[in-house]
């Protein structure tokens, strides 16, 4: 699943595909944002850690999961 992360005072967004369902990277999301975690820490799905200061998070973007596109038509979706 794509997660989208944006940050402020940054001109890009991070984005990384994630192996957690929605619902994790949503109730991780929830604890950095209500302050319960001082970091957000996201790893994709190769297993490198995203972390962004919870009080820097602009917005999270969380795709739908998806089934891995395998074969010729994966290039072209």
């Known amino acids: ?4 992360i944006g940050v402020q005072h940054a001109n890009r967004e991070l984005t990384l595909e994630s192996a957690q369902n929605s619902d994790e990277v949503e109730a991780t999301v929830s604890e950095a944002i209500q302050g319960k975690e001082p970091v957000l820490v996201l790893v994709d799905e190769r297993g490198r850690r995203v972390v962004v200061p919870s009080e820097k998070l602009a917005y999270v973007e969380i795709g739908e999961e998806s089934g891995r596109r395998v074969g010729f038509g994966a290039a072209l979706h």
């Open 1 to 4: 699943m794509e997660v989208r």
